[in-house]
């Protein structure tokens, strides 16, 4: 039985780790897999500065790193800016996905230009970053909002009235406007809008959290690690410190 860690980028409770383990009813995985949620204890508030990428990172490398001495097979990263990965991969080897790049990555698998549908627009740097470190600047028609405040631990529930027609309405003018051929979700805390936008839209919409899932097992199977040329491994590896700083932050 491979197993995989999904690393959830805020500290919650299992009712609301319930929401993102939703995730995994979009996506058929074989018997022979399984994925376990466990929330970070170092997190910011929302992901909105440079001041919150750098506690993020932390706190997801902090979250991840005994993962491949826990027993598991690979790591996916809960959220679109793909926080932490480079740091997990320089400490870990077995896969780290990050759903963020490798969104990108497939939408170029099925169409020549894609749009990225955020919920707000103080996202957007997310995005511009990853699309920088990729080079694919060229590739993507837009970045649009729907101009939605988002809620990291309820995710849309109670809100699909509003929030679904208004991310369907972003949706469309990235087609209609801005030429996309294919669409991405620019948050897995997105994920339960999915299956309404997918039935509506006339281009694919990809779902970032359940394409990690199938990537993690895929990359499992063939045997594919990350690569030390791109992400050597550090000379002192900062687990107790990691740990001690978590602790902290968890108030223990």
Not at 38 to 63: F, K, M, T, W
Not at 213 to 221: D, F, G, M, N, V
């Amino acid at each position: 039985m491979a197993r995989v860690l999904v690393v959830v980028p805020f500290p919650m409770d299992e009712g609301n780790v319930a929401k993102r383990r939703a995730q995994l009813d979009a996506v058929r995985l074989g018997d022979g897999i399984s994925f376990d949620y466990r929330p970070v204890r170092i997190a910011p508030a929302n992901y909105v500065s440079q001041q919150d990428s750098v506690l993020a990172d932390v706190g997801i490398l902090e979250a991840g790193m005994t993962a491949q001495a826990e027993g598991y097979d690979a790591v996916c990263i809960d959220t679109v800016s793909d926080s932490g990965m480079s740091a997990l991969r320089s400490v870990l080897d077995i896969p780290v996905i990050g759903p963020g790049r490798h969104a990108m990555l497939a939408a170029l698998m099925l169409g020549e230009r894609f749009s990225i549908l955020a919920m707000w627009d103080r996202w957007r740097h997310l995005y511009t970053k990853t699309l920088a470190e990729l080079g694919l600047q060229h590739k993507c028609a837009s970045i649009r909002s729907a101009g939605l405040q988002p809620n990291n631990q309820s995710l849309l529930a109670g809100k699909e009235d509003e929030f679904f027609p208004a991310l369907h309405k972003a949706a469309m003018r990235c087609v209609e406007e801005d030429g996309a051929d294919v669409i991405l979700l620019g948050s897995t805390t997105m994920h339960e809008a999915h299956a309404y936008l997918a039935e509506r839209l006339p281009v694919p919409i990809i779902n970032p959290g359940p394409l990690t899932y199938r990537l993690a097992e895929a990359a499992i199977k063939l045997r594919l690690p990350h690569s030390r040329a791109s992400y050597p491994s550090p000379s002192d590896v900062s687990n107790e410190r990691l740990s001690a700083m978590g602790a902290i932050a968890q108030g223990l």
